[in-house]
């Protein structure tokens, strides 16, 4: 599938790969074309194949967000009562956005692995749906957080610092945020030119962001910019649940660790640990490819595990560990499944 001002890349023959194996060693002689090239020939290798199991997390995720998230969403913009919570409103919003994310990314994984390749502009819009609801994702988990703040600590003033008619003007300002984030990103990319054609038809995530750690410094520094952002939602995140710790400490709370509240400070601190790990290893291999450290294909395999294991896993476990925890969405869903069983087992009119 030849697209107008890609480079022609063909499969290559198994001679033609191992001798090109001493270029995995490193990457500091090769520039975008030359390590694009040769991304794409270690793909379609016998080597390359395996990778294709790094599919797998993606799409079971998938499948397992598809089965719950949905009905969560259902839940909260179906009950009044719930819906005009701010609390429940921002966890629908971060639901919607991980749902998004997931469905994004599996077709960008599974368009990969087929080989398949996009149309730029295609690719690009795929590229800024995943930004938009990442970012929004992120932004939305630091907004549960200031909330979950701000009642625990200002409980006679939440209703007047975030009342329900505040929420939705939180959730457009989240969004307006998320779009504007990459958007900036995107028209620095563009406006360099730092990218080979055929990368923008691959689309592939792990593949961007190697090409963008061997790129050139403005790439670098818009990649810098972008994990200390994340890293300062995050570091935000974390703070919050500290002080919350340190604060309600001395009310008793603590003392049982099966209890409640310390089973779901748990559960968000294994979530916020799922956002940060992927975070600290992308800095890890960011500092160890700068420095010629690693080869490309330890690279290689880093950025797939980070992007399509790591990355995934924070989107899919929140139902669970931040949805189902909320009594009123539990009770909820306890009930339309009652009503169900109530329905299935009623016996039909009989005939006059």
């Not at 429940?88 to 971060?94: A, Q, S």
């Amino acid at each position: 599938m030849d697209f107008p001002g890609c480079i022609s890349v063909k499969r290559v023959n198994a001679t033609a790969y191992h001798s090109r194996q001493t270029d995995f060693n490193s990457s500091s002689n090769l520039d975008d074309t030359a390590l694009y090239d040769l991304l794409e020939e270690w793909a379609r290798s016998p080597s390359g194949t395996n990778m294709k199991m790094f599919l797998i997390p993606p799409v079971v995720c998938l499948a397992a967000g598809i089965l719950i998230i949905p009905i969560i969403l259902f839940v909260i913009f179906s009950r009044f009562s719930i819906r005009r919570e701010t609390r429940y409103m921002l966890l629908g919003n971060v639901l919607l956005s991980d749902l998004i994310y997931l469905l994004f990314y599996t077709l960008s994984a599974a368009l990969y692995a087929a080989h398949v390749h996009l149309p730029k502009e295609a690719c690009v819009l795929l590229l800024f749906l995943l930004a938009v609801a990442y970012c929004g994702g992120l932004f939305t988990a630091a907004a549960i957080v200031l909330d979950t703040y701000i009642a625990i600590l200002f409980p006679l003033r939440y209703i007047v610092i975030l009342p329900p008619s505040r929420t939705k003007k939180i959730l457009v300002l989240l969004w307006m945020c998320s779009g504007a984030f990459p958007g900036i990103f995107f028209l620095v990319l563009s406006s360099t030119d730092s990218f080979v054609p055929c990368v923008l038809e691959t689309c592939s995530v792990p593949v961007i962001l190697i090409l963008t750690l061997n790129g050139s410094d403005a790439v670098k520094l818009c990649f810098w910019l972008s994990t200390t952002l994340i890293f300062l939602c995050l570091s935000l995140i974390f703070c919050c649940y500290a002080i919350l710790y340190f604060k309600t400490k001395r009310s008793g709370i603590w003392k049982n660790i099966c209890s409640r509240a310390s089973v779901t400070f748990l559960m968000h601190n294994t979530v916020l640990f799922f956002y940060f790990f992927p975070l600290l290893a992308l800095l890890v291999e960011s500092f160890l490819c700068v420095n010629f450290v690693i080869r490309l294909q330890t690279e290689i395999w880093v950025s797939l595990t980070v992007c399509n294991v790591l990355m995934i896993l924070p989107k899919v476990l929140s139902p669970f560990l931040y949805g189902l925890r909320y009594r009123e969405i539990s009770a909820s869903l306890k009930s339309i499944v009652r009503k169900k069983r109530l329905h299935m087992v009623s016996p039909s009119p009989s005939p006059s």
